[in-house]
């Protein structure tokens, strides 16, 4: 499925569906989403690139191995938890801290930071996966 229209198209798709899915994480407290489906929605532009351009090309463009994208995840996920320890509050707690930008505050929660570990994870995971099917013999051998 490597038409020429199709890859043509699949970076600026790629693109877009990243920012949606950083868009779907931030607003998942508040209203429907977060970082599972963002995860998702990050991993499925990285496997359709990997469609398009090859597992190879994806693999330079992203730079770091997928499961070293997880790995972090999971311990800023924990990390996450642990704030709330320092607190003297059950783990997990939801912690705000409200930082002054320009004329407004910007609220930093550790169900965020959560998130963003989740998305983290669930993107590496998801992406190892469908650059393992993706990749072929060629592939690993280069």
């Not at 924990?78 to 705000?96: D, K, R």
Request: proline share 5%; hydrophobic share 55%.
């Amino acid at each position: 499925m490597r038409t020429v229209i199709f890859r043509t198209i699949a970076p600026s798709l790629a693109a877009i569906m990243l920012v949606f899915s950083v868009f779907v994480l931030l607003r998942g407290h508040n209203e429907p989403g977060g970082g599972f489906i963002g995860g998702l929605i990050a991993a499925s532009a990285i496997a359709i690139y990997g469609i398009a351009a090859g597992v190879t090309e994806v693999r330079s463009a992203i730079r770091v191995p997928p499961l070293n994208i997880a790995g972090f995840g999971v311990v800023i996920a924990g990390f996450s938890g642990l704030l709330s320890l320092g607190e003297h509050v059950p783990y997990l707690s939801g912690l705000w801290a409200f930082i002054p930008f320009g004329n407004s505050e910007v609220a930093i929660s550790t169900p965020m930071v959560f998130d963003i570990g989740v998305y983290l994870v669930v993107l590496g995971t998801v992406s190892a996966v469908a650059l393992a099917l993706e990749e072929t013999e060629e592939d690993h051998h280069d």
